[in-house]
């Protein structure tokens, strides 16, 4: 098989993203490799495809030891042979995984650090044959890093006890000079062909604001995206807590992550946000690592983190599975002077010594400073990103908060008038949706007499909603209790007697995305719907997260492609060999049934099942065999064999 062949057969895609491909190749040719790559870009990929093409078995070393399991899970659902090994198992597990190593039985092993200093794992791993080795989150390795994690430094140790040195691979996805430096040093790589690839996320929007009130920006910002999941994250545990019951009390499903919380509890929080139970996961820092959630459609940050390194990777959560994402900072100076506060005050490294500490505070306090430009400079926000991480950018993305401010404002001067001037007229005691309702002219009974009656009804009822919150947020109405009563503010008067021009920015800015993006065109929503039902049915029965049977991605390009037959199914973007034998005749199914418009009624033969009936034909099998494999009646094959000549 070719890298290519098993890029398609196994994961379903049909080429590699921009860097993964020199970096498989380093590995088959047995070099070692020192990657850099944004969180996203398809790290695993790069290791994993040469994993399944040398002989032998890879050792993957991953400090993520509460997510192995679904890493490995995600690796069998695509049909690749692959454990872990880690504390969480129990000895009878543990020898099942040793057993199945020395009889050859995975091509991919994931390890917990702490394992590699072990002489018996060490005594096993001599005798194995090793293709690779891929050190994930490297920069773990490094007292710069992040995350320093003092087991990472058994890494070069164990690699010198094999009998015979495998290629050596580190990945990271945030590396500073330094901490590239000790990566190489301390994990012993031999002469590693470097990768630092681009680290640019084209279908990622990123947008700052600066609200007066973060609460109701958030219920503003999440009331349009009710159908979408996405992660809010917090700056402390304390408000962690309190923007999640903030949420839940105003009816979002929401759950809440953080490392205070006891370990079972969060597992539970964890699964439901993966499992589509829960829209909303509101989570400090402690949450997302390794975190392989495709479908997760904004990233939107409660309080600013105290440095770009952490913004990115926390935002690079969204849009995984290269469908568009938004990224939002909620902003304010306050921020700035919390992190700030934290930085100086922080628990002393005990393995540094006073000049290095002091160095190691100056260096955060010139970080926060640039995360604090990100968010109050008016210049193209992916640029500043990328420029930080020393890449070249152009001067204006098209496709972040600030570079399409000016150029796709709305003008609401006149409808923010009419709504203000409604609010007055009632007597500021009516519910936001009443107000709504009647400059949209739905409204009944006295209402009717408004002279703002109807005035806004060929607009849509959800464009008339969002100027109304728009200009909550802004300040220009106040809303109280959970009806949303409105009433004027100081600062109406700039509307209604100065006669202030109103801009707001749309958040259909979707054409405006820069180039790269996954196409646009809006998915047949009904078809969309029944796909998300048959995924959710297959990922109950099989007990796996639903982007673990198809990514969101993969389900717009089934809506685009509505491909008929196996052939066609395998040219969707996210569909293998593996995945198509084990789902491709239900979704086939449905898309047959959805085109033909007879979900209730008799199902259409699908292709697919026409060569399994005929396969099963030459086999020799029963009418009653035939149909329990197919789930139909024993007329209904019948029927179908005399129709194509058989019987
Ligand atoms: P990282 O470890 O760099 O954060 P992952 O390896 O988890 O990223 O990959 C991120 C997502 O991109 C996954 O859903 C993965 O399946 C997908 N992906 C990786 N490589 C490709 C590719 N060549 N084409 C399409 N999708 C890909
Ligand atoms: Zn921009």
């Not at 020395?102 to 200093?117: C, Q, T």
């Not at 409604?422 to 409204?443: E, K, S």
């Not at 009433?487 to 021009?501: D, G, H, N, V, Y």
Request: glycine share 6%; net charge neutral.
């Amino acid at each position: 098989m070719t890298k290519l062949e098993v890029l398609r057969r196994f994961y379903g895609y049909d080429s590699f993203r921009p860097g993964q491909e020199p970096i498989v190749d380093a590995l088959l040719e047995g070099r070692d490799v020192l990657c850099v790559m944004p969180t996203g870009a398809g790290k695993s990929v790069c290791y994993q495809v040469p994993a399944l093409l040398k002989p032998g078995v890879a050792l993957v070393i991953s400090p993520l030891i509460s997510l192995m399991k679904d890493q490995v899970g995600a690796l069998v659902q695509n049909g690749i042979r692959a454990a872990y090994v880690n504390s969480s198992l129990t000895a009878a597990q543990q020898s099942r995984v040793f057993a199945g190593l020395a009889s050859g039985a995975y091509r991919i092993l994931y390890v917990a650090p702490e394992r590699l200093s072990l002489e018996s794992f060490r005594q096993l791993c001599a005798g194995l044959q090793i293709s690779l080795i891929a050190v994930d989150e490297a920069h773990c390795v490094s007292q710069w890093g992040q995350d320093f994690r003092p087991s990472y430094l058994q890494i070069a140790d164990f690699v010198r006890s094999l009998p015979v040195r495998p290629p050596v691979s580190a990945f990271t996805a945030t590396a500073t000079a330094r901490v590239k430096r000790d990566i190489e040093e301390l994990v012993e790589l031999r002469d590693p062909i470097r990768f630092t690839t681009g680290f640019d996320r084209p279908n990622l929007f990123f947008s700052v604001r600066t609200p007066e009130d973060k609460d109701a920006e958030l219920l503003s910002l999440l009331s349009h995206r009710k159908e979408q999941h996405g992660i809010v994250y917090c700056a402390t545990r304390k408000s962690v807590e309190e923007v999640c019951d903030f949420l839940c009390e105003h009816g979002f499903s929401a759950t809440a992550y953080h490392a205070g919380l006891p370990a079972e509890e969060r597992r539970q929080n964890q699964d439901d946000f993966l499992y589509d139970r829960k829209n909303v996961m509101v989570a400090t820092n402690a949450f997302g690592m390794g975190i392989d959630k495709s479908n997760v459609s904004y990233v939107i940050h409660y309080q600013m983190p105290k440095n770009i390194e952490n913004y990115y990777q926390e935002a690079g959560r969204a849009g995984r599975d290269g469908s568009p994402a938004e990224c939002i900072l909620l902003f304010a100076k306050r921020d700035v002077q919390i992190s700030r506060y934290l930085i100086l005050n922080a628990e002393p490294n005990e393995a540094l010594d006073e000049k290095e500490q002091e160095e190691l505070r100056k260096r955060d306090l010139w970080r926060l400073k640039q995360m604090k430009e990100y968010a109050t400079s008016g210049d193209c926000l992916r640029g500043s990103i990328l420029r930080y991480f020393g890449e070249h950018a152009g001067k204006e993305c098209g496709g972040c908060g600030n570079c399409c401010r000016g150029t796709e404002l709305y003008n609401i001067t006149l409808p923010s008038q009419m709504l203000l001037s409604c609010v007055a007229r009632t007597g500021q005691c009516l519910p936001l949706a009443v107000i709504r309702d009647v400059l949209l002219g739905v409204a009944t009974g006295e209402l009717e007499a408004q002279t703002t009656f109807g005035l806004l009804k060929e607009d849509p009822p959800a464009t008339v909603e969002e100027i109304l919150r728009f200009l909550i947020g802004e300040g220009y109405l106040a809303s109280s209790g959970e009806e949303e009563i409105l009433a004027l503010t100081e600062r109406s008067a700039e509307i209604l007697r100065q006669r202030k021009p109103i801009a707001m920015l749309r958040h259909n800015t979707q054409k405006k995305r820069a180039a790269g993006t996954a196409e646009q065109d809006a998915p047949d929503e009904g078809l969309l719907r029944a796909l998300k039902e048959t995924r959710s049915r297959i990922a109950s029965k099989r007990r796996v997260p639903p982007y673990l049977v198809f990514t969101d991605a993969t389900l717009a390009d089934l809506c685009r492609k509505k491909p008929r037959t196996a052939e066609e199914l395998l040219t969707v973007s996210g569909v293998g060999l593996v995945k198509l034998e084990q789902y491709g005749s239900a979704f086939l199914q449905t898309i047959a049934a959805y085109e033909s418009g007879t979900s209730d009624g008799e199902r259409p033969w699908t292709a697919m099942e026409d060569t399994q009936l005929l396969d099963a034909f030459y086999e020799e099998r029963t009418v009653l065999q035939m149909a329990r494999m197919l789930a139909r009646s024993t007329s209904e094959i019948t029927k179908r064999l005399r129709e194509k000549h058989l019987i």
